[in-house]
């Protein structure tokens, strides 16, 4: 099974990285939390001391066009918060 996992770089992200040394990550649903540990130790060679998994829900949308009602929804994904040993740290913006 291929595991996907993808960093996540919001307002909150980056809050939650600054204040508890921990990083969010876009991953596959069925991913689970020692795969996600030792994907991020091998990735990032960082010592991960903590894992969190969250599953979020689909939302629903909708627009109204010339042709009537579009609905629709988004899809379901999983979210991983990974922390990582004090005084390490991991660089996003090095392979630019």
């Known amino acids: 099974m291929e595991i996907s996992i993808t960093p996540v770089v919001t307002e909150k992200a980056t809050r939650l990285t600054d204040t ?12 689970t939390k020692p795969q996600i540990k030792a994907l991020v130790e ?7 001391t903590k894992v969190n998994t969250m599953i979020v ?10 042709g009537g009602l579009i609905q629709g929804a988004t899809s379901l994904w999983k979210k991983a ?8 740290s991991i660089d996003f913006y090095s392979n630019i």
Do not use: C, D, H
């Not at 091998?42 to 991960?48: A, I, N, P, S």
């Not at 689909?58 to 010339?66: A, D, E, F, P, S």
């Open 57 to 66: 829900r689909r939302k629903r949308k909708q627009r109204y066009t010339k």
């Open 20 to 31: 508890e040394n921990s990083y969010t990550f876009r991953v596959s649903p069925e991913a």
């Open 42 to 48: 091998e990735l990032y060679g960082v010592k991960v």
């Open 81 to 88: 918060l990974v922390k990582v040993a004090e005084g390490q």
